[in-house]
T-cell receptor, first 112, second 110 residues
């Protein structure tokens, strides 16, 4: 298995909703990442998990809450989002931190 | 800190060869990787250089010169489907992250 999967593909939520994004990889990778990407911009790093521990939080607002239940799974819990949080949310994994990364297909999030 | 520079747009014709350059600044260089992203899609990994020289994968090749802090992606026999954004990204061994360049939008014309 050489892919990263993400669910859901699309998500529409109101500002008072709570939802979660899910990411899974079975490549034995030791690092997993969450990115946010706006149109025509590069991916913007949000969080890095290295060996299941949060190693980087790029000053992300607390309405985004990551969780790494095990070495294959990564969640992003969303609560009280703002319309400007609408974006493509990408999960990625790499063999080692800082190594080449493999991306999932992303979740297209719309906040109303 | 880390930073990367790449051209914002490149246009080429079908069947041609195009080179996308990337210069970077980083401490503790780990590797330079390249990603392709079509509109509406996710980045897909294309090529990676940890050491100086050329890496070839089919129609795509990537080159690295660590002494010049420079790399490029070479696309040969361009096809219409190669129209996409291309990102270079550099990793460093002091942290756990990649830093992405701003992306190069490649337009392939008939």
């Amino acid at each position: 298995d050489t892919e990263v999967t993400q669910t859901p593909k699309h998500l529409v939520m109101g500002m008072t909703n709570k939802k979660s994004l899910k990411c899974e990889q079975h490549m034995g990778h030791r690092a997993m990442y969450w990115y946010k990407q706006k149109a025509k911009k590069p991916p913007e790093l949000m969080f890095v998990y290295s060996y299941e521990k949060l190693s980087i939080n790029e000053s992300v607002p607390s309405r985004f809450s990551p969780e790494c239940p095990n070495s294959s799974l990564l969640n992003l819990h969303l609560h009280a989002l703002q319309p400007e949080d609408s974006a493509l949310y990408l999960c990625a994994s790499s063999q080692d931190p800082g190594d080449r990364q493999f991306f999932g297909p992303g979740t297209r999030l719309t906040v109303l | 800190g880390q930073s990367l520079e790449q051209p914002s747009e490149v246009t080429a014709v079908e069947g041609a060869i195009v080179q996308i350059n990337c210069t970077y600044q980083t401490s503790g260089f780990y590797g330079l990787s390249w990603y392709q992203q079509h509109d509406g899609g996710a980045p897909t990994f294309l090529s990676y250089n940890a050491l100086d020289g050329l890496e070839e994968t089919g129609r795509f090749s990537s080159f690295l010169s660590r002494s010049d802090s420079y790399g490029y992606l070479l696309l040969q026999e361009l096809q219409m489907k190669d129209s996409a954004s291309y990102f270079c990204a550099v990793g460093n061994n002091a942290g756990n992250m990649l830093t992405f360049g701003g992306g190069t939008r490649l337009m392939v014309k008939p």
